[in-house]
């Protein structure tokens, strides 16, 4: 199969990509979380809570990563019986933060750090024991300049983060479905590391083009297990950060030979429970595809400012879609409800942000039909949209990878039962904060006939958003690392909504099981060239019976 046949597979004909013999030994199943052996360990601190002020200490590193990816509740929930069973059975679950496909968790994380009182290195955050494992000692800030292309002065940070992608931890479960979740995974992570850092004063850019065979030298990962996915270097705010490729330019083009051979190979044991792990030649084929080798293969983006002015201050333009619109409805502006978790050392706005994590939750059948009003709504998608004025890869813009397409990611929803809204798909313009309304009508049957799982009731919601974006998956600018890139980009704008909709008393359920040609055909999209990406249902709820236990590192 050609690797672009199997990422048209992978999102219109899912069940192309899936053995239907398949079947899941889960007693054999991966830990939800890598343990390095044999390595020396630092213990994070236990104590934590947003700052009020700044810092570069440990203590603040370990808040960084709890708040981030760190296990912050154990939950036993009590699960329907099946049918002819009488008895109820449970399950437990580790919660974090940020939701994961199946709960699997298939992201890693890695961090270089040079603060004090720790050695400079790289380090592997273990999350079920909070502490840092030291891989590899040493500065190592020319290694990273070069292999992001001399696209960011790393003496100017004093940090860098690494997702990576584990990808035996969820395709023993969905099988190359999994390469689909696995890019909305890390982008979902990268999302919430960019929520975080805003508490903590640190300023960080995403790098989705990088020599992968370097960095995974550097951190000492074998390709065909596990592949860095994004670089995120962090600084203070107040630093003289670089990220404009036109800022700071080296003298040639770098290769990952040369880089790796300045560095010896690591070769450390981890943990990961399976004890036959089986083979995914179309990942490897995938990953292998995406893979740069030469600074010279990274894509020149269109240059932007280094800070896009607000929302409210740019300049709008007519909306892509505006001409296929049947009616314009203005949003109110969100005023003094702004739900504003972004701030920086402000104990109110730390407040509001912890609230909204520590409340994040999928709701699957525990919707129920509350009204959700017009003001709710219109402050779900512009604080949403807000964040997207976040460079991403240096000179591209979060919402812009897709170059010369003409569409970034938008949002798009169906509407039912919102009083001062007519029942109907809509598309949101982030410029003009204006609801487009493409076709008329009550769209729940379509939209609940299209689900694979009946995991959700839609009559239950009155607001089902898509994520949109272009259905070439970028591959016309970066070929087939265009489709893990754009699952990121997908991934962090994910995570904004279901933060802001946590904020405002809402939760929203992510889902690929839907049929992305009925959801396609609502909106009309063939024309456009779109395609819905993720299906988040959202609304009120009221959760069912289960024990949970907060946890602190």
Same mark, same amino acid.
């Given at each position: 199969m050609q690797l672009s046949?199997?990422?048209?597979?992978?999102?219109?004909?899912?069940?192309?990509?899936?053995?239907?013999?398949?079947?899941?030994?889960?007693?054999?199943?991966?830990?939800?979380?890598?343990?390095?052996?044999?390595?020396?360990?630092?213990?994070?601190?236990?104590?934590?809570?947003?700052?009020?002020?700044?810092?570069?200490?440990?203590r603040e590193v370990s808040g960084l990563l709890w708040y981030t990816y760190g296990l912050t509740a154990v939950c036993q929930a009590v699960l329907p019986p099946a049918e002819g069973v009488e008895r109820m059975s449970t399950m437990q679950l580790l919660r974090r933060y940020v939701p994961s496909g199946g709960g699997l968790y298939p992201s890693e994380l890695y961090v270089y750090l040079k603060i004090d009182g720790l050695p400079w290195g790289i380090?592997?955050?273990?999350?079920a024991h909070h502490r840092l494992v030291c891989l590899r000692e040493g500065n190592y800030d020319a290694y990273l300049e070069r292999a992001l292309g001399h696209r960011c002065l790393l003496s100017s940070c004093f940090g860098a983060v690494f997702i990576s992608t584990l990808f035996w931890k969820n395709f023993y479960k969905y099988n190359n479905f999994s390469y689909r979740l696995q890019g909305l995974d890390a982008g979902v992570l990268i999302g919430q590391l960019l929520e975080v850092c805003k508490h903590y004063g640190y300023e960080g850019t995403v790098y989705l083009q990088f020599l992968d065979t370097a960095l995974n030298h550097l951190l000492g990962l074998n390709a065909a297990e596990e592949s860095v996915y994004a670089l995120v270097p962090l600084s203070h705010r107040d630093a003289a950060y670089l990220s404009n490729a036109d800022d700071f330019r080296g003298p040639e083009c770098e290769t990952d030979e040369h880089l790796c051979g300045e560095l010896p190979r690591l070769l450390h044991r981890y943990y990961l429970k399976s004890k036959k792990v089986l083979e995914y030649p179309t990942i490897t084929a995938m990953n292998d595809a995406s893979m740069f080798h030469s600074t010279g293969s990274f894509v020149e983006a269109k240059s932007e400012p280094q800070t896009a002015p607000p929302l409210a201050d740019r300049v709008k333009s007519p909306h892509p879609m505006k001409s296929r619109a049947r009616r314009v409805v203005a949003l109110p502006k969100p005023g003094c409800q702004s739900q504003d978790f972004?701030?920086?050392?402000?104990?109110?706005?730390?407040?509001?942000?912890? =609230?909204?994590?520590?409340?994040?939750?999928?709701?699957? +059948?525990?919707?129920?039909? /509350?009204? &959700?009003?017009?003001?709710?709504?219109?402050?779900?998608?512009w604080e949403s949209m807000s964040s997207f004025g976040r460079p991403a890869d240096g000179t591209v813009r979060l919402g812009e990878l897709a170059l010369e397409s003409g569409f970034g990611l938008s949002i798009a929803c169906c509407i039912h039962g919102i009083d001062g809204l007519d029942d109907g798909a809509y598309i949101y313009d982030s410029e003009a904060h204006t609801l487009l309304l493409l076709r008329e009508g009550d769209h729940r049957m379509e939209l609940q006939k299209g689900m694979s799982m009946p995991n959700v009731n839609l009559f239950q919601v009155p607001l089902c958003v898509h994520l949109v974006g272009h259905r070439d998956f970028y591959q016309k600018a970066f070929c087939c690392r265009g489709y893990r890139m754009q699952q990121m980009e997908v991934g962090m704008l994910l995570q904004r909504l279901l933060?802001? =909709?946590?904020?405002?008393?809402?939760?929203?359920?992510? +889902?690929?099981?839907?049929? /992305?040609? &009925?959801?396609?055909d609502i909106y009309d999209f063939s024309q456009s060239g779109q395609t819905c990406l993720v299906q988040v249902p959202v609304g009120h709820y009221r959760k069912t019976s289960r024990f949970e236990v907060p946890l602190r590192a």
């Open positions: 046949d199997f990422l048209n597979d992978l999102h219109f004909h899912i069940d192309n990509v899936r053995p239907p013999d398949m079947s899941v030994d889960w007693d054999d199943a991966p830990l939800p979380f890598k343990l390095y052996q044999g390595l020396p360990v630092v213990d994070l601190p236990s104590d934590i809570s947003l700052p009020t002020k700044p810092g570069q200490t440990i380090y592997h955050y273990d999350v972004g701030g920086a050392f402000d104990t109110a706005s730390n407040a509001v942000f912890e =609230a909204a994590c520590r409340q994040r939750y999928s709701p699957g +059948l525990e919707f129920v039909p /509350e009204k &959700v009003s017009l003001e709710e709504v219109a402050l779900l998608l933060l802001t =909709a946590s904020a405002i008393g809402l939760e929203g359920h992510p +889902l690929l099981g839907y049929d /992305e040609n &009925v959801c396609d």
